[in-house]
């Protein structure tokens, strides 16, 4: 259910920022979750496999993209 939620909030608010003529809100938001999509992507599908190298690096990897583009970058 949190993941719902958040999916809301994220279009909701890309979508008032484009109403309202404020398209880099939107970009920004956009761009800090496309870096980390790639990667949780790559967790999973290596956790699946039990591929336990490409594990490791792909969640070392994630977490430090996380945190530069949230923490960071804005």
Do not use: P
Request: charged letters at 10%.
């Amino acid at each position: 259910m949190e993941i719902v939620l958040h999916h809301f909030c994220t279009c909701l608010i890309v979508c008032i920022g484009y109403a309202n003529d404020q398209l880099k809100v939107g970009a920004v938001i956009l761009l800090a979750h496309n870096w980390t999509d790639i990667t949780v992507g790559m967790v999973k599908c290596s956790s699946e496999l039990q591929y336990n190298s490409v594990f490791i690096f792909s969640g070392v990897l994630n977490v430090l993209l996380w945190f530069w583009t949230r923490i960071y970058t804005l």
